[in-house]
């Protein structure tokens, strides 16, 4: 098939789990079928380093378009008056900034010579219901209006509003689709159970990993990996860290990864044995140095690409329930669930000071991804979601 995949997240560098699945995809995408990609940058200036890069990763067209500008008018009139734009859509406030026109524009144009579109990420959604011509497949990385949902009273009234506008946003965006694709079996309840459709499943994936963990031979050293601008990443860090003191006094270090740590989760320092790394360039270098993993998330929905990381790399994970959806993970074989800071603190110690425990889990949590977790075992799956489309 000719495919036209259209993105506001252009897919490198990859330093979120987002950008992630969506290049592994992408990729994926390209080796089965004819492509062409319109993305807008994240940032105000995508290298040409990089879109070249990308060109040859897919070994097909990549055509870029400008970021919005990162200023937001903050002031009465102009938030009075995006609301009143975004009640006249019957959208969310934010799908306003996350729409771009000349990527709408050259998208019409392109259209009628593709058998289907793709949309890749959340906020492109809207695509589906400006570009005609095309069937489209949404990527659904979350069903936002499930994630987002509204739990009991007390929201201010704004709140109120948005989450409505979001309910409206994301049927309107799922009708004009002719295929949802959903990242797991959770999320394709939570979807019928709103919209009423069947989804296609296809499993969040990442590419074949190497084991580069020797848990048996590191240091005891555990690794904690996320986007801290995801609030639940964050709040999950930091609620871990409650219990995390009597590890690091027994020896134990906690090295976190990921951009833009907030000053709260920097203030973790003053713990014993917890270092805050930012972002890092070689990331297996760094796990290849860890003897564990901690995934404390509490919050969120579909298949989480840091626990596929960790596992994938051959580390024995300790996370919650939440962390390990849509993944088949047992208990104490492939990985280690505990659903409260001390029982995931507890797990870690075990470990930690067995490594030869740690090093059995590793192996196992590193063939249950390459088994059920690589693109290449998932990607025919995409194949059923675009027949639907086109038919």
């Known amino acids: 098939m000719k495919l036209l995949l259209l993105t506001n997240e252009f897919a490198l ?4 789990g987002g950008v992630r699945r969506q290049l592994g995809l992408v990729e994926a995408l390209s080796a089965r079928h004819e492509v062409h990609m319109l993305a807008r940058e994240r940032e105000a200036d995508t290298p040409a380093t990089l879109v070249e890069e990308l060109r040859g990763r897919l070994g097909a067209p990549v055509e870029t378009f400008p970021a919005r500008a990162a200023a937001w008018d903050t002031g009465k009139v102009a938030t009075a008056r995006r609301w009143g734009r975004a009640i006249r859509r019957g959208a969310p406030t934010w799908t306003e900034r996350a729409l771009s026109g000349p990527l709408v524009a050259r998208a019409r144009e392109l259209a009628p010579g593709f058998d289907a579109a793709v949309t890749l990420d959340d906020t492109a959604h809207t695509y589906a219901t400006l570009v005609p011509g095309v069937p489209f497949v949404l990527d659904k990385h979350n069903v936002l209006a499930w994630s987002r949902r509204i739990e009991g009273g007390g929201l201010a009234p704004g709140a109120r509003l948005e989450y409505a506008l979001l309910r409206r946003w994301e049927a309107e965006t799922v009708a004009a689709a002719g295929a949802v694709v959903v990242t797991s079996d959770d999320e394709a309840v939570r979807f019928r159970d709103l919209y009423g459709s069947e989804p296609v499943v296809v499993p969040s994936a990442i590419p074949t990993p190497p084991r580069v963990a020797d848990p ?3 240091e005891k050293n555990v690794v904690w990996l996320g986007d801290h601008r995801y609030a639940p990443n964050a709040d999950g860090l930091l609620r871990f860290a409650r219990a995390w003191a009597p590890l690091g006094e027994a020896g134990a270090r906690l090295l976190v990864v ?3 740590p907030s000053p709260a989760v920097q203030a973790l320092t003053d713990l014993p044995g917890v270092e805050i790394l930012g972002f890092v360039d070689d990331l297996d270098a760094l796990l290849a140095t860890c003897r564990a993993a901690v995934a404390p ?15 994938g790399a051959g580390l024995p994970v300790a996370g919650t329930t939440v962390a390990f959806e849509g993944i088949a993970v047992r208990d104490d074989q492939d990985g280690l669930v505990a659903d409260d800071e001390d029982r995931l603190a507890a797990a870690l110690a075990r470990v930690l000071d067995t490594p030869a425990e ?3 889990i590793g192996l196992a949590a590193h063939e249950t991804i390459v088994r059920d977790h690589t693109w290449g075992s998932v990607v025919a799956r995409y194949d059923d979601a675009l027949a639907r489309a086109v038919a």
């Open 13 to 16: 560098p990859v330093n979120a």
């Open 216 to 218: 048996a031979a590191a």
């Open 258 to 260: 990921g951009r833009d």
């Open 297 to 311: 998330v509490w919050e969120g929905a579909g298949i989480k690409m840091k626990t596929l990381t960790l596992m």
């Open 358 to 360: 740690a090093a059995r």
